[in-house]
């Protein structure tokens, strides 16, 4: 079963080819380069180093946020013309599972996944044992912090846990540990999450898609203003 992952949600984004579950390919997107010039050539590349066509593939997966409402727009839309050309499903992943899937898969029990949303606010998400304890949410660190206490250690993942590793160190002293890549690259960790649900029986539609925005758009948080 191949699966074709894309990640465009995070500046470091990326494009993961997998067979049967295990990557075979992972490549980075150039930073300097938008996502809607990338695509979808990027993929085609990928996709023509093993032989392969967009025909062949039986999964395609997309990160679904949080992160970049246009970059998060663009990736979702590319890998849905592609599903429906294909005829193929379209299964969504959150970012922040595949950075707990990446500290998990390390024997990490308990992860903290830490992603930047700007305006001195991170998403983030606390995960034990592979599963999501503290739902998603998006606020200033020492706020977020308050919800990660107690033992054993958390090991933060994610650009979020190294713009904010100073708040973090602080607030829980010993009791945190961090990543040594301060981006970990998780469209490998996306593609093999799809492949896993694929295999599970997930078969869903392409406009089925449900984005993570977490954060509300700044159009519509304008508007609330101007209402307010």
């Known amino acids: 079963m191949w699966t074709l992952a894309l ?23 150039a930073p ?12 085609m590349t ?13 999964v395609f997966a997309v990160a679904t946020g949080p992160g970049s409402f246009t970059g998060l727009r663009i990736g979702i839309a590319t890998m849905q013309g592609l599903a429906f050309a294909t005829g193929r499903p379209l299964i969504g992943i959150s970012g922040l599972d595949a950075l707990a899937d990446i500290a998990t898969r390390q024997g990490r029990t308990r992860v903290a996944t830490w992603v930047n ?12 044992n592979g599963r999501q304890t503290v739902a998603p949410v998006v606020d200033r660190p020492e706020a977020v912090l308050v919800k990660m206490t107690g033992s054993p250690v958390i090991w933060f993942m994610g650009d979020g846990a190294q713009t904010y590793r ?8 010993a009791g945190a540990a961090f990543e040594t890549e301060p981006e ?23 406009h089925a898609i449900v984005p993570l925005y977490v954060r509300r758009p ?11």
């Open 32 to 43: 300097d380069r938008s996502a809607a010039a990338r695509l979808p050539g990027e993929l």
């Open 166 to 173: 100073s708040n973090i160190a602080a607030a829980l002293s």
């Open 218 to 228: 700044d159009a519509e948080l304008a508007k609330s203003r101007q209402r307010g």
């Open 184 to 206: 970990p690259l998780v469209v490998g960790s996306i593609a093999r999450l799809a492949a896993q649900a694929a295999r599970a029986g997930a078969n869903p539609a392409p």
């Open 46 to 58: 990928l996709l023509g180093r093993h032989g392969l066509h967009t025909g062949d593939l039986d």
């Open 7 to 29: 990640d465009t949600t995070t500046r470091r984004g990326g494009a993961a080819l997998a067979l049967d579950g295990e990557v075979v390919e992972e490549i980075a997107s």
């Open 117 to 128: 949303a700007w305006r001195g606010e991170v998403f983030a998400a606390l995960y034990e």
